[in-house]
């Protein structure tokens, strides 16, 4: 008998390890993302026309980060509009990992702040802002391995049960979810892949998978870090199409080296260089500066 996967304590350095976890991955946000859900998902399922350019998701204003005199990020003033794919491009050491990371507060900013929906959230612990709707992947793809396709879904979704932490019951206590948990496996193309170990799928097939739990949790900002890194062209473009569609409804915050993954689905780009702001716009205005082409290719260009 498998046990429901849940942990006993609420309490202590134990239950600031997790807190901090919840973060990390949707699964362990799931623990701790909190709100209206359903409510949420009615609101997701409103024609795109809700959906204006004019409403500000997410907002930086200044924000720096530096590491014992070195300026990882300087004075970063930023705008996510609701219902955009934004992307976050910059040649390697611009600083998009640290503004990641200070977004979704794996960091603390030096000084500056950072606004959702609103809100000063720049002393948030990363799982708050989890419990806000706002869920992130990593550039290094985190199922649970040796758990089936379906099981990694179900897990992001047992905290609806209420159940979290009655660790003695039978995993059969977890079917009722089974539905939900292929729902959202045939919106990301995995229904043929339900009953196979994680393990098993191909990194690309991982990828969509995390993007499953990560729906699981019904989130309204999605951060994604690097999601075709390391991939060939077949996974580039499920992947890509992927994006696009879980993005109806929904924002899209996403670091990306790839620019034909950038120039295909993206709204609005911002580029780093040296930890600042260096242009931003749409992809046909940005790709032609002038600034951009002399960062990413060298002044002899």
Not at 4 to 25: D, K, V
Not at 79 to 85: A, C, N, Q, S
Not at 104 to 125: A, E, H, M, V
Request: glycine fraction near 8%; hydrophobic fraction near 40%; charged fraction near 20%.
């Amino acid at each position: 008998m498998r046990l429901n996967f849940e942990r006993s304590c609420r309490s202590g350095p134990a239950a600031e390890r997790i807190s901090t976890f919840a973060a990390l991955h949707p699964i362990y946000a799931s623990f701790y993302h909190t709100g209206a859900v359903l409510s949420r998902r009615a609101a997701l399922q409103q024609p795109e026309s809700r959906l204006t350019p004019s409403t500000v998701v997410l907002k930086t204003e200044g924000l720096t980060k530096s590491f014992m005199g070195f300026v990882a990020v300087q004075d970063v003033s930023f705008t996510l509009h609701e219902g955009h794919i934004h992307a976050v491009i910059g040649p390697n050491g611009a600083g998009k990992t640290t503004f990641f990371n200070l977004l979704t507060k794996f960091l603390q900013p030096t000084s500056g702040r950072i606004l959702y929906k609103g809100d000063d959230i720049t002393g948030l612990k990363p799982a708050q802002i989890a419990r806000r709707g706002v869920v992130r992947s990593f550039q290094i793809s985190a199922t649970f391995p040796h758990l089936t396709v379906l099981e990694n879904v179900r897990i992001a979704l047992q905290r609806k049960l209420g159940t979290m932490y009655h660790f003695w019951q039978s995993e059969r206590s977890l079917t009722v979810l089974d539905d939900r948990a292929r729902e959202l496996l045939a919106q990301v193309g995995l229904e043929s892949f339900a009953d196979l170990e994680a393990v098993e799928l191909p990194y690309g097939r991982k990828r969509a998978l995390e993007i499953a739990t990560t729906l699981a949790l019904d989130p309204e900002l999605i951060l994604l870090d690097e999601p075709t890194q390391g991939m060939g062209h077949e996974d580039i473009d499920r992947v890509k199409a992927l994006i696009k569609r879980v993005a109806k409804g929904r924002t899209v915050l996403m670091v990306e080296h790839n620019m034909s993954v950038v120039s295909d689905i993206s709204d609005r780009i911002t580029v780093l260089q040296r930890g600042q702001v260096l242009a931003e716009g749409p992809y046909a205005e940005v790709s032609q500066d002038p600034r951009v082409i002399e960062a990413y290719l060298g002044s002899g260009h």
